[in-house]
């Protein structure tokens, strides 16, 4: 009896410890301009599914968003995180990858 109490409390450990990582932090895509809606958690991670290292963009998220308040900010929506010419901003309002830059604006 103990063996089997032992192990449905260790099941339920690993199910609540699990379900609070799968959901750790979707709130902060409604925080982005697009509320997440094109790129979803690979807005600011390599893995799209969210979790682990972040990208360029997903980086100064962490730098600048996260000290400043947890929200984007004017500064930035100002940078240019994956280098490629154009800022975050306009990467936003363009539907481009502000975290990838092989994803940007046409012409």
């Given at each position: ?92 309002s363009s ?13």
């Amino acid at each position: 009896m103990k063996k089997r109490t032992m192990t449905c409390l260790i099941v339920a450990a690993i199910f609540f410890i699990s379900a609070a990582v799968a959901s750790a932090r979707p709130f902060r895509l409604g925080k982005l301009p697009d509320n997440g809606a094109k790129f979803g958690c690979g807005t600011c991670h390599v893995n799209p599914g969210g979790g682990g290292p972040r990208n360029a963009f997903g980086q100064d998220y962490e730098k600048l968003g996260l000290k400043g308040g947890d929200k984007y900010t004017k500064e930035l929506g100002g940078m240019d995180s994956d280098k490629d010419g154009i800022s975050n901003d306009q990467e936003f309002s363009s539907g481009t990858h502000p975290g990838d830059a092989s994803s940007k604006p046409t012409s």
